[in-house]
């Protein structure tokens, strides 16, 4: 889950690893489009906190990633 955070799908989500992410992101077809999501917790070696998102419509990395760096940033952490 560390190497999706950092090489994979939600590489995007947390650039300089401040956070130190776990996270698992999915895309499913719906019709014509996709739905997403991302869940995760951080930090990784001593998770404390966790978190899920889901876009109802775009890929994991187009939607979902970008929605869940927008609640994951818009604080400080402890």
């Not at 090489?7 to 130190?20: C, F, Q, S």
């Not at 070696?45 to 889901?54: K, T, V, Y």
């Amino acid at each position: 889950m560390q190497l999706a955070g950092r090489m994979g799908t939600a590489r995007e989500l947390d650039v300089e690893n401040k956070l130190h992410l776990a996270v698992k992101t999915g895309t499913a077809p719906h019709g014509a489009t996709f739905q997403s999501w991302i869940t995760g917790f951080f930090p990784a070696d001593a998770p404390r906190h966790a978190f899920c998102a889901r876009a109802q419509v775009g890929t994991s990395q187009s939607a979902a990633v970008p929605l869940a760096k927008s609640y994951l940033f818009s604080t400080e952490w402890p």
